[in-house]
């Protein structure tokens, strides 16, 4: 009977090792899925952290946004005082003193990134056509005046460019002159 009880426990032991191996088997699948997760969750938070880093990145670029178009109205409340007093020689001493200020005015704008819209022809982009003029003196869609100046926040247009565009004259048809 020692070899019943050797064999017996044989058997015994080798249900253990089969039980503890596939306990060891679904312990590592549980660790690669546990490893996939964590890989999964910290590309998943990185790509939060960059996208977080833009956001606050853009708000910072444009966070005065609102602001400035409204010092914008400023600005142009100078340009046309400017323009005002230009002609009169009785205003040289004030017209010196608003052209400063305004200078002075130009130049915080631009060191914030905030800068006049320059095109010489339209475009759509930049630019709002608030009227057309028919004529042959000049290319189609050339700017002809600047109604109000349009300015950019960076890379970013805070306020197109107000302007009467240049369009083809309509010739007559059916021989009438």
């Known amino acids: 009977m020692g070899e019943e009880k050797k064999s017996e426990r044989e058997r015994e032991l080798k249900e253990q090792i089969t039980a503890l ?3 060891v088997k ?3 699948e549980l660790a690669k899925a546990g490893n996939e997760r964590y890989l999964n969750l910290r590309k998943e938070l990185e790509f939060l952290k960059e996208k977080h880093r833009r956001e606050l990145e853009e708000l910072k670029r444009y966070c005065l946004e609102n602001f400035v178009k409204d010092l914008l ?6 340009e046309r005082a400017l323009e005002h007093i230009r ?3 009785r205003c040289r001493e004030t017209l010196a003193g608003i ?3 305004y200078g002075q005015l ?3 704008l631009e060191k914030h990134g905030i800068t006049p819209i320059e095109v010489e022809k339209f475009d759509h982009a930049l630019c ?3 009227s057309t003029v028919q004529t042959d003196e000049v290319e189609e869609n050339t700017i002809l005046q600047v109604v109000q100046k349009g300015y950019k926040l960076h890379d970013r247009v805070l306020r197109p460019a107000k302007v009467v565009v240049a369009v083809k004259k309509e010739t ?3 021989g009438q002159g």
């Open 106 to 108: 130009k130049r915080v």
């Open 26 to 28: 679904k312990l590592e």
């Open 87 to 89: 002609g009169d020689d």
């Open 128 to 130: 709002e056509a608030v």
């Open 73 to 78: 109205e400023v600005a142009d409340n100078f």
């Open 99 to 101: 052209e400063m200020i």
């Open 21 to 23: 191996e596939e306990k």
């Open 172 to 174: 007559k048809e059916g």
